[in-house]
Structure formats: structure tokens, C-alpha cells
């Protein structure tokens, strides 16, 4: 196991397909797993620098799950609990983001899309493999978006799910903007999630928050297919001292939380 720049690397995905080397911008950079996030491991001494010089491009959370992160063109920013936009300082903190180098290998139109499981199947549809890990971009005037956010979270912190439980769910119409996601496939769902998962921000930088659902017309997609996952571990005594062992909820805890699904 190698120690770079303040955090573990734990594994790597191979290089696939035509691809003659494994370069870093093919990888999707993912720290820490949904498990410390299921398991109320909500606060994380990593710097946002260290992980912006892996990734332009991504999603996740504020230490200690304060609002919703997005990471677009190489910046870092947060969605307060009002969907409030504010950029995020390189020295600020982050317990979970998910990060990747985005280089375009697709492109296409989504001439209507009605809702979130619509948008699924027409990803899904042009994607080159059920097993790939991508990173999905997409942009254009959004009739409507159901969004939500989380409040700054306190001690003692509980499972990611329960902290769903008071989120904050607006709406925003007809606004121009970008999706920020990522769909992985069912076999990192232990590790990573599984599925899509969205951010938004718009483009003035104002609005944003996590996508629930949606509606639009004539969206651009771009996607960004990775060679693997490289987990990083954070160096914090919470993640140290967690209980991260799997058990029966521990998945399913993650994908409540994506859905907006407030845990027990």
C-alpha cells in the first residue's frame, strides 16, 4: 500500500479495451467508501487541494456533511442548505468526493427527458457497457429540477440516510445549468454506490444541489468512460476508528440517501 500526499491508495482499476497505458486522468479518484458515510463517519481532514490536483470534475460532500459539493472546471462548490451557491476554499476539509479528470470520449443529445428513471434508460441506452464506470455531463435549459440539499451536521453523527431525513427539497424552472454525475455499476455498490448520481449547478453560479429529478429537452451529454476506481483512504481518527464492516444495510443505507430516502 503506497502513501501519496496525505491519503491511502488503496486499489486501481486496469486498463481495458484499446487503451495502450494507464494514465491518471483515466481514473475516477473516489475518497473514501459510501460504507464510513453509512456508517455516521460524516467529518474528513482532507483538503479539497489534494483532491482537485486528481480531478476537475465531480461530486460530493463539505466536512461535516454541510450542503452538497460540486466540481466543475477545476472548482469546488458548495450548495447550502438554500441551494446557494459559494465557491470553496482549497483549504477547506471533505469527508467523501468523488473526482475525475473529465476528457470527453461521447457526445450526444437528449432531445426530451421526463423524470429520473427516463434519464436512466436513455443514458443506459447509449452506453458502450452495463460494467463501465463514467463520468456523465450534461447541459442545457432545464424546464424543471427537483433538488435538495442537507444541513451542517453535529456530533454525535449519525448514518447518511437519517441526515436525509432533513433535507431540504426546492424546485427550480426553467434555469440553464450543468449536470455533474457519475454511474457506476452494481458490483461497486458496496464501495462506491451504484447507479447514477447527480449534482446540479447552474450556470451563473448561484443555484445548485443534488438532483432528485427533472425535466428538459435537447440536453448535451458528455461522457467520460474511466479505466477503474482508485479508493482513497482518508488519515483522520474517525475513519480510523469507524466500524465499517459490511452488514445488510450498510449499501442500501448510501442508495437511500442518493434517492432522497430518509433512513430509520
Known amino acids: 500500500m503506497r502513501k501519496a500526499a496525505g491519503i491511502f491508495l488503496l486499489s486501481i482499476g486496469l486498463a481495458t479495451g484499446a487503451r495502450a497505458e494507464l494514465a491518471p486522468e483515466d481514473l475516477v479518484y473516489q475518497l473514501a467508501p459510501t460504507t464510513a458515510l453509512s456508517a455516521g463517519v460524516l467529518e474528513g481532514g482532507t483538503r479539497f487541494s489534494r483532491m482537485l490536483a486528481l480531478?476537475?470534475?465531480?461530486?460530493?460532500?463539505?466536512?461535516?456533511?454541510?450542503?452538497?459539493?460540486?466540481?466543475?472546471?477545476?472548482?469546488?462548490?458548495?450548495?447550502?442548505?438554500?441551494?446557494?451557491?459559494?465557491?470553496?476554499?482549497?483549504?477547506?476539509?471533505?469527508?467523501?468526493?468523488?473526482?475525475?479528470?473529465?476528457?470527453?470520449?461521447?457526445?450526444?443529445?437528449?432531445s426530451?427527458?421526463?423524470?429520473?428513471?427516463?434519464?436512466?434508460?436513455?443514458?443506459?441506452?447509449?452506453?458502450?457497457?452495463?460494467?463501465?464506470?463514467?463520468?456523465?455531463?450534461?447541459?442545457?435549459?432545464?424546464?424543471?429540477?427537483?433538488?435538495?440539499?442537507?444541513?451542517?451536521?453535529?456530533?454525535?453523527?449519525?448514518?447518511?440516510?437519517?441526515v436525509v431525513a432533513e433535507q431540504n427539497v426546492y424546485e427550480l424552472a426553467?434555469?440553464?445549468?450543468?449536470?455533474?454525475?457519475?454511474?457506476?455499476?452494481?458490483?461497486?455498490?458496496?464501495?462506491?454506490?451504484?447507479?447514477?448520481?447527480?449534482?446540479?449547478?447552474?450556470?451563473e453560479r448561484r443555484r445548485g444541489g443534488h438532483l432528485l429529478d427533472l425535466r428538459g429537452e435537447d440536453l448535451t451529454v458528455s461522457v467520460d468512460r474511466g479505466a477503474g476506481v482508485a479508493l482513497l483512504l482518508p488519515e483522520d481518527e474517525a475513519f480510523a476508528d469507524a466500524d465499517l464492516r459490511l452488514d445488510s444495510q450498510s449499501t442500501a443505507r448510501f442508495q437511500r440517501a442518493v434517492r432522497g430516502e430518509a433512513g430509520q
Do not use: C
Open 112 to 162: 426530451q427527458v421526463r423524470g429520473m428513471a427516463h434519464l436512466a434508460r436513455a443514458l443506459d441506452a447509449r452506453l458502450p457497457s452495463a460494467n463501465g464506470v463514467y463520468a456523465v455531463r450534461l447541459d442545457g435549459r432545464f424546464q424543471a429540477l427537483k433538488l435538495r440539499s442537507v444541513p451542517r451536521q453535529k456530533p454525535p453523527y449519525r448514518p447518511i440516510d437519517q
Open 174 to 203: 426553467d434555469v440553464t445549468g450543468t449536470l455533474v454525475g457519475f454511474r457506476l455499476p452494481d458490483y461497486l455498490a458496496a464501495v462506491s454506490g451504484a447507479g447514477y448520481h447527480f449534482h446540479f449547478i447552474d450556470q
Open 55 to 110: 480531478g476537475d470534475f465531480g461530486l460530493g460532500a463539505l466536512s461535516p456533511v454541510d450542503g452538497e459539493i460540486i466540481v466543475l472546471g477545476g472548482k469546488a462548490y458548495q450548495a447550502d442548505l438554500e441551494g446557494r451557491i459559494r465557491a470553496v476554499s482549497d483549504q477547506e476539509q471533505t469527508p467523501f468526493l468523488t473526482v475525475k479528470r473529465f476528457t470527453r470520449d461521447q457526445r450526444f443529445t437528449l
